[in-house]
């Protein structure tokens, strides 16, 4: 077993590593109070990413992308998710579920967005379809040539910024194991198109500047040149994406947990009480110990899982895995920053309450932690239950 990165791949850690550092930590703190974003930093940072080669890091080259392995792909998402999703999000990462355009979507949305002239969003949540993705009750229904689309999503991230969304929409329906399942399909809709409205949704207390919208689809008609893949076939392409999503969520967690021992690690050198530095106490020491050993289990459990994905040999479950544990670690470690640094791990004048909050998201979005326990267990049983 080789656990030694390539020299590539080290020179590709620095170089983000010092992207961050540079472009984007910066502004971390502005954005957080004033919750938002402005254009004209959007679009120098998306700027600065396209200059450096980072953006579309996670396309083919064929496309121009930058064709990085997941492994690879993995190392960056740890350096970028050290800055809140609120700016690392313009170092550009579109769905790969875009792979799936064909004939005039090629260059109509695949090409623009891989070279930063357009964004796009990921529109699968609904109020009342969370975990539970099958209950979506947004409909698309044919009308010749084209689709009309009805229904609502909410919680969709950067929609605001977008330029067309990937909107999933039941076409469908049949009976497997004597249950009525939604057949999906996803669409592009271009944001403009009569009948979708675009919302802001409630404020978030992680991420600030990272938005969440509500999309509203009234009558809203698309061509069936807009069908991203095969009518009914919406499932197939979400689900290789949505699998893939996971790891690179569990190295974000990793990331954010690095960030927060080593700020844990130098207030424990610096902070005295009773005459000496509180690292020297045990109970704070014991705790760094802790959560040293807990990042360093989830970060090879994370790149791991990356490997076996560029092996072909990563189960739905194994990803489950990764999500889960890099995420519940990095709510134990931001809350055990929070306990070293004491009352100012809580004021807003320094880093650690932003890391404690952004943290929190983690076990929800992407599929909950409950969600992971669920996917892990069935894999686990399959085997012996049939």
């Avoid at 703190?29 to 679009?43: G, I, K, M, T």
């Avoid at 997941?70 to 050290?82: C, N, T």
């Avoid at 909410?154 to 329906?173: L, P, Q």
């Avoid at 530095?277 to 790149?303: C, H, N, W």
Wanted: proline fraction near 3%.
């Amino acid at each position: 077993m080789n656990f030694q990165l390539t020299q590539e791949q080290e020179m590709l850690v620095d170089a983000v590593r010092a992207f961050v550092e540079k472009e984007l930590l910066p502004h971390e703190e502005a954005v957080d109070r004033a919750d938002a974003v402005s254009p004209e930093l959007a679009a120098e940072i998306r700027g600065k990413a396209l200059a450096a080669g980072f953006y579309a890091f996670n396309m083919p080259e064929e496309v121009g992308g930058g064709g990085l392995d997941y492994l690879s792909q993995a190392l960056v998402e740890r350096e970028l998710s050290k800055v809140s999703w609120a700016l690392h999000v313009f170092v550009a990462r579109p769905s790969k579920i875009l792979m799936a355009c064909t004939g005039e979507q090629i260059g109509r949305y695949l090409l623009p967005v891989v070279q930063g002239e357009k964004i796009d969003c990921f529109a699968l949540t609904e109020p009342g379809a969370g975990s539970d993705a099958n209950a979506i009750k947004t409909r698309a229904v044919r009308d010749g040539d084209d689709f009309v689309l009805n229904g609502s999503k909410h919680f969709i991230s950067h929609a605001g910024h977008a330029d067309f969304a990937i909107v999933f929409a039941v076409t469908d329906s049949f009976e497997r194991n004597g249950k009525r399942r939604n057949a999906v399909t996803a669409f592009l809709v271009d944001k403009g198109t009569p009948g979708m409205t675009v919302r802001r949704g409630p404020r978030c207390v992680s991420n600030k500047g990272y938005h969440t919208y509500e999309l509203f689809f009234d009558d809203c008609r698309v061509p069936a040149s807009s069908v991203l893949g095969e009518v009914d076939k919406g499932w197939e392409v979400a689900n290789a994406w949505l699998t893939a999503g996971r790891v690179m969520v569990a190295a974000n967690c990793v990331g954010q947990a690095q960030r927060a021992l080593d700020l844990s690690l130098r207030w424990a050198a610096d902070r005295k009480q009773f005459g000496q530095p509180i690292g020297s106490y045990q109970g704070v020491s014991f705790k760094l110990a802790d959560m040293a050993t807990q990042i360093r289990a989830a970060e090879l459990m994370t790149l791991h899982t990356a490997w076996k994905m560029d092996q072909g040999t990563m189960t739905d479950g194994e990803a489950g895995m990764a999500k889960l544990f890099a995420s519940e670690v990095l709510g134990r470690v931001a809350d055990e920053t929070v306990q070293i640094f004491g009352g100012m791990g809580l004021m807003d004048e320094g880093p650690v309450e932003r890391i404690w909050r952004n943290a929190r998201i983690e076990r929800i979005w992407e599929g909950t932690s409950e969600i992971q326990r669920h996917i892990i267990s069935r894999e686990l049983l399959r085997p012996l239950l049939g």
